[in-house]
């Protein structure tokens, strides 16, 4: 029973990190493709929109965030959002302090309070983003065992150094699990 357990985890591990790969890479082919424009909307579909509205209905009032105005962020958001034809950030609850959209739902004082509270992801360490990239076309686990076996979170001839490579190292080794 043991095993099973850590092979489930080790699957979910698997499983987030070629997410948050096709998410960084998602990310880094939009902004090749469309540098310094908008890439086109996507139009939601019904279900996504039914998925969002449930999610909003499911919150608990006592954990949603009320800015010091006295307005609540998810139902700015939410109010906002279900009139919304095109997907965006916004349905996921995401608040991208650099999107000006989200932006214009508050006021001065309430986005300078949103961005006070909200932490900016830190940088992607390149020697990590390049060792990531290696799973860009991996559609299928052939596909895993086949990058895992002929690559190396490492360049050629090039020492390890744990400062370094420790998180593509770390990458590595839970893709093998």
């Known amino acids: 029973m043991r095993r099973t357990r850590m092979s489930?985890?080790?699957?979910?591990l698997k499983r987030m990190m070629i997410r948050i790969t096709h998410l960084y890479l998602s990310k880094m082919t939009i902004q090749i493709t469309y540098q310094g424009q908008n890439p086109p909307p996507l139009l939601i579909s019904s279900s996504q929109l039914e998925d969002f509205r449930?999610?909003?209905?499911?919150?608990?009032?006592?954990?949603?965030?009320?800015?010091s105005s006295g307005r609540c962020v998810e139902d700015t958001l939410f109010e906002h959002c279900e009139r919304l034809p095109v997907e965006s950030l916004l349905h996921s609850w995401v608040i991208d302090l650099d999107d000006r959209e989200a932006e214009s739902l508050f006021t001065t004082e309430e986005w300078n309070e949103i961005q006070r509270a909200v932490k900016k992801l830190p940088e992607v360490d390149r020697t990590f983003a390049d060792s990531m990239m290696r799973f860009s076309d991996v559609k299928t686990t052939s596909d895993l065992r086949r990058?895992?076996?002929?690559?190396?979170?490492?360049?050629?001839?090039?020492?390890?150094?744990?400062?370094?490579?420790?998180?593509?190292?770390?990458?590595?080794?839970?893709?093998?699990?």
């Open 147 to 177: 990058v895992l076996k002929t690559t190396s979170f490492l360049y050629e001839n090039e020492p390890y150094d744990r400062l370094k490579h420790y998180d593509a190292e770390w990458t590595e080794v839970v893709m093998r699990k």
């Open 54 to 67: 449930e999610s909003y209905k499911k919150m608990n009032v006592a954990h949603k965030w009320v800015l």
């Open 8 to 12: 489930l985890k080790h699957k979910t």
